[in-house]
């Protein structure tokens, strides 16, 4: 598995050729999605855990993006409305985070740890389905759009090897990390997308630029056609008006 792992990441073009041949093709790309889905889980089940058992951590996190929203506006005030507005935010500061805190202390159907234990192997056992969930959605249409492109693969192949492009989003796991944890992600998302493009291309046996078009045209088509109808919706919500 970690063979298969590492090769995903490395764009090991025999790794690719071996899979489309594989019998058990599926079964290889499914499994580097649960390894790499209960990895993530796991992470991020622990960080969530220490930080949801540190109540005055979390009231703390509330008071810093009070803080931060309050000099936003400020810096952004031109009226003596937004003024008075910032001024009672100031004077409520204390009873926002009184309230915050009294929420937590709340009573729950059963003990904190417990509720803490479930909530992180809720965590753990949701994240790989959360992957294969969007893995089955980024096959179908790239399936679709490289047979319309003269591709010769099958939906198992694509399946299986599809399946690679999760290998970078083990990176995932560090997004609890302040500012970098957003950029890590990015860069997970955007390796994953070429690993697609590549395991496309071996699968149906297209070149690059082909199997790019298949793995983009229909989000780019849904996404625009998203956009258009928001534009309409926005238009006959303005002339009704």
Not at 129 to 154: D, E, K, P, R
Request: a neutral charge; proline letters at 4%; hydrophobic letters at 55%.
């Amino acid at each position: 598995m970690m063979d298969t792992f590492n090769g995903a990441l490395t764009l090991n073009q025999n790794l690719l050729r071996g899979m489309r041949e594989s019998p058990d093709v599926v079964r290889r790309g499914l499994m580097l999605v649960l390894l790499v889905g209960l990895l993530v889980g796991t992470v991020q089940a622990i960080s969530t855990s220490i930080s949801n058992a540190n109540t005055s951590g979390i009231v703390a996190q509330v008071e810093l993006a009070l803080d931060e929203s309050i000099e936003q506006q400020a810096l952004s005030a031109t009226t003596e409305e937004q003024r008075v507005v910032i001024g009672i935010l100031r004077e409520n500061k204390p009873a926002i985070l009184d309230l915050v805190q009294t929420i937590i202390n709340l009573p729950t159907p059963t003990p904190r740890p417990v509720g803490l234990l479930f909530h992180a192997l809720g965590m753990i056992v949701s994240t790989p389905l959360s992957y294969l969930g969007s893995l089955l959605l980024a096959v179908v249409f790239a399936h679709i759009g490289a047979q319309q492109l003269g591709g010769t693969g099958n939906i198992r192949q694509m399946l299986g090897m599809g399946a690679l492009s999760v290998a970078p989003h083990a990176l995932d796991a560090l997004s609890f990390i302040p500012v970098f944890g957003a950029t890590l992600s990015l860069i997970a998302w955007a390796w994953g997308l070429v690993i697609l493009i590549m395991a496309t291309s071996v699968a149906h046996r297209l070149d690059s630029g082909k199997a790019t078009i298949a793995v983009l045209v229909y989000p780019l088509v849904g996404g625009l056609v998203l956009m258009l109808s928001c534009c309409i919706l926005f238009f006959m919500s303005v002339a009704l008006g």
